[in-house]
């Protein structure tokens, strides 16, 4: 069975930083492109990055408003994929999903999220 | 940027009617490359449609996607009481990825 498990949000000050961590189990993680979504609070979905497979070179993407200040990364020995986020600002407030790119794409699967809040 | 645009914002209809979604690329998707996934309260979305029109796995046959290039379309074709949520497009044809704004299906 496919999971992906989120940890690592809370609360934090805007101008700090965090880490997010997706760990996940059931498939061959190396093969995968895997992605973050984000979701503001009573908003829609948001983009934020994914990084390719190694297959694919191993590179990531990113959405231009987090562009400069977050970082995906991926360990594919312990098969966790991780969010750095720097500079935070009160608009990154929200749920922040994994998932998994199929064919370096669409999510197939989700995890259940974790809640970052950016607030003095 | 790709930008996805959904109407209605809203729609409105009782279980057993037909409802018909749009998605509009404001230039066109390459490869079709155009998914659907719907969200419930509370829930992580869930992969309802990809390639624009092949239905994911588990995924009831009323459920139908279709379209190409710059229009898209989730035809849900009766709906039953778990369908009413919320219905995202989602473009990954060219970075950046983008998802449109939803579609929220209420019962009426």
């Known amino acids: 069975e496919v999971q992906l498990v989120e940890s690592g949000g809370g609360l934090v000050q805007p101008g700090r930083s965090l880490r997010l961590s997706c760990t996940t189990s059931g498939f061959t993680f190396v093969h995968y492109a895997m992605s973050w979504v984000r979701q503001a609070p009573g908003k829609g979905l948001e983009w934020v990055g994914y990084i390719r497979s190694k297959a694919y070179g191993g590179t990531p993407e990113y959405a231009a408003s987090v562009n400069g200040r977050f970082t995906i990364s991926r360990d594919d ?25 199929y064919m370096e794409g669409y999510f197939d699967y989700w995890g259940q999220g974790t809640l970052v809040t950016v607030s003095s | 940027e790709i930008v996805l645009t959904q109407s209605p914002g809203t729609l409105s209809l009782s279980p057993g009617e037909r409802a018909t979604l749009s998605c509009r690329a404001s230039q066109s998707v390459y490869n079709n490359y155009l998914a659907w996934y719907q969200q419930k309260p509370g829930q992580a979305p869930s ?16 459920f139908s996607g279709s379209g190409s290039g710059t229009d898209f379309t989730l035809t849900i074709s009766r709906l039953e009481p778990e369908d009413f949520a919320v219905y995202y497009c989602h473009q990954y044809g060219g970075s950046p990825w983008t998802f449109g704004q939803g579609t929220k299906v209420e019962i009426k």
């Open chain 1, 77 to 101: 020995s312990t098969s966790i994929v991780y969010l750095q986020m720097n500079s935070l600002r009160t608009e990154d407030t929200a749920l922040y999903y994994c998932s998994r790119a």
């Open chain 2, 47 to 62: 992969l309802l449609i990809y390639g624009a029109s092949s239905r994911a796995t588990g995924i009831p046959d009323r």
